[in-house]
């Protein structure tokens, strides 16, 4: 039986006017090991697998209407006001427009022409996320009813459902490696990556690192990540040096070490003929990522910057404006918290954001 340790991760020590990210942590144990695999396909397998794409997106109604009749004149004239707080208040792209300003998607990924919504979290734990409070049918019910609502405000951009799966997992103590990190069971990745698959959904594991490196984490993902259906992501804050605890101290992540990251991941699509995959960066503070500027997409790989963070709502808009907006990669990523927000932002206030978040998932 596991066995599951919680500790809030909401760090002590970011001024209390920042928002935390506030995935909580977790130790699972007794738990298999993850292998590694590596295969060659001919290139006329590798044709036939990019050109099977491994999701759906969730189809409007035909009454939907383009995003923009959602809104006022006026609110449409405010826009993005509300979110520069005496920054640029001029919109970068247009209404809705995913793709951030002076950059380009060479990929044939899933986020050129859908947004993808996303349930966070571990089956094991109730506070790390919606993906823990409920049944895995539950979920996918919830899910879909979600993304459903994006797709009906944008119908020109269908949404994708996906689960984002914590597959390592920060904790206060050391661990068998030592590295203050534990990695979620095989049996639960495969549980996971089978309900995304038969529901045409994606599948997006996400390590929390500790003490450990990037590429520790992602390499030790191979396998999963060879499969079509199945993405990274990298939560940034709980990288923490020797000495520090991940939870007590702000992690951090140099830029070149994400950009080794999506390299790999990239090289992993191309060798093995798999179809585009997406790279969700989390952040939620500047100091967190240095180097910000070495984080590219590549031809294989979709490269998301999310904006982490609880709290209020005028604070969340701040923070996206000054993480994504003004530090453009490629697609902004907003994370909403059912539990923590003040108030919960609806599906069109999210869309309101510049550039409009290709991402958005829920905790």
Do not use: W
Not at 130 to 138: A, D, R, T, V
Not at 199 to 212: E, R, T
Not at 311 to 320: D, E, P, Q
């Amino acid at each position: 039986m596991k066995k599951l340790i919680m500790a809030g991760a909401c760090l002590a020590v970011i001024p209390a006017l920042l928002l935390a990210g506030c995935s909580q942590e977790a130790t699972l144990q007794n738990q298999e090991p993850k292998s590694n695999e590596k295969s060659e396909m001919s290139s006329d397998e590798k044709q036939d697998s990019v050109e099977k794409v491994p999701y759906q997106a969730i189809k409007p109604s035909e009454a939907a209407e383009p995003l923009e009749s959602h809104y006022t004149e006026t609110q449409l004239a405010e826009m993005p006001i509300t979110e520069a707080h005496g920054d640029d208040t001029k919109r970068s792209v247009p209404l809705g427009q995913t793709l951030e300003k002076g950059t380009e998607d060479q990929t044939e990924g899933p986020l050129q022409k859908n947004r993808i919504v996303s349930y966070y979290g571990h089956p094991d734990s109730t506070s790390m996320g919606i993906l823990g409070e409920y049944s895995p049918e539950e979920l996918m019910e919830k899910l879909k009813e979600q993304t459903k609502a994006y797709s009906e405000l944008d119908p020109e951009r269908p949404a994708i459902p996906a689960i984002e799966l914590i597959a390592s997992v920060a904790q206060r103590t050391p661990g068998d490696e030592g590295h203050y990190v534990h990695p979620t069971s095989a049996e639960d990745i495969e549980k996971y990556a089978k309900l995304a698959e038969e529901n045409d959904a994606l599948l997006i594991l996400d390590v929390q690192l500790g003490q450990d490196s990037i590429m520790n984490e992602v390499k030790s993902l191979e396998k999963y990540l060879k499969m079509p259906n199945v993405h990274l992501a990298i939560d940034t804050e709980f990288h923490v040096k020797e000495g520090q605890i991940p939870g007590e101290d702000l992690g951090h992540v140099d830029g070149e070490k994400v950009q080794e990251a999506i390299d790999y991941v990239s090289n992993l699509a191309s060798e093995n003929g798999l179809p585009d995959k997406v790279v969700i960066v989390h952040q939620f503070a500047d100091i967190i990522i240095s180097n910000k500027e070495a984080i590219q997409p590549t031809e294989n790989v979709e490269v998301v910057l999310n904006n982490d963070g609880h709290g209020i709502a005028a604070l969340k808009r701040s923070g996206y404006h000054q993480l994504v907006h003004n530090q453009p990669i490629q697609y902004g990523g907003f994370k909403v918290f059912y539990q923590k927000d003040e108030p919960v932002m609806t599906p069109e206030e999210v869309l309101e954001l510049d550039p409009a978040p290709a991402f958005v998932n829920y905790q």
